[in-house]
Nanobody, 115 residues
Framework: EVQLVESGGGLVQPGGSLLLSCAAS????????MNWVRQAPGKGLEWVSA????????SYADSVKDRFSCSRDNAKNITYLQMNSLKPEDTAIYYC????????RGQGTQVTVSA
C-alpha cells in the first residue's frame, strides 16, 4: 500500500522559509518521479513541482520558480520541498504525490504565510 506522509508545514511570515518533507513507503520509491501539489482555500489542486526518480532533474510551476527547490533522498525514501521567499499567495495545503499525476498523495501539510 502506498503511504505518503508530509510534514514541516506551519505559520511563517512573508519572506520566510519552510522545508517540507514527504516520507514514502509501500512502493519502490527510487524508481518513481514525485510531484508536489497544493490546494489553496477555495481553489483546486495546483501542480507545484516534480522531481525525477534520480533526483537530478526537477521542474517548477512559474509561480514558484526561483523560490522553491525540490530534492530527494532515495536512501531514506524522502522527498523535500524547500520553500524560500514565501508569499501570502503560497498559503495552501501541500501534498506530495507518487507520479504519474497526483491521485496517490498524502494527507498534506498546511502552510500559512501571514504577517
Amino acid at each position: 500500500e502506498v503511504q505518503l506522509v508530509e510534514s514541516g508545514g506551519g505559520l511563517v511570515q512573508p519572506g520566510g522559509s519552510l522545508l517540507l518533507s514527504c516520507a514514502a513507503s509501500g512502493f519502490a520509491f527510487s524508481t518513481y518521479s514525485m510531484n508536489w501539489v497544493r490546494q489553496a482555500p477555495g481553489k483546486g489542486l495546483e501542480w507545484v513541482s516534480a522531481i525525477d526518480s534520480s533526483g537530478r532533474n526537477a521542474s517548477y510551476a512559474d509561480s514558484v520558480k526561483d523560490r522553491f527547490s525540490c530534492s530527494r533522498d532515495n536512501a531514506k525514501n524522502i522527498t523535500y520541498l524547500q520553500m524560500n521567499s514565501l508569499k501570502p499567495e503560497d498559503t495552501a495545503i501541500y501534498y506530495c504525490a507518487k507520479a504519474p499525476g497526483w491521485s496517490q498523495r498524502g494527507q498534506g501539510t498546511q502552510v500559512t504565510v501571514s504577517a
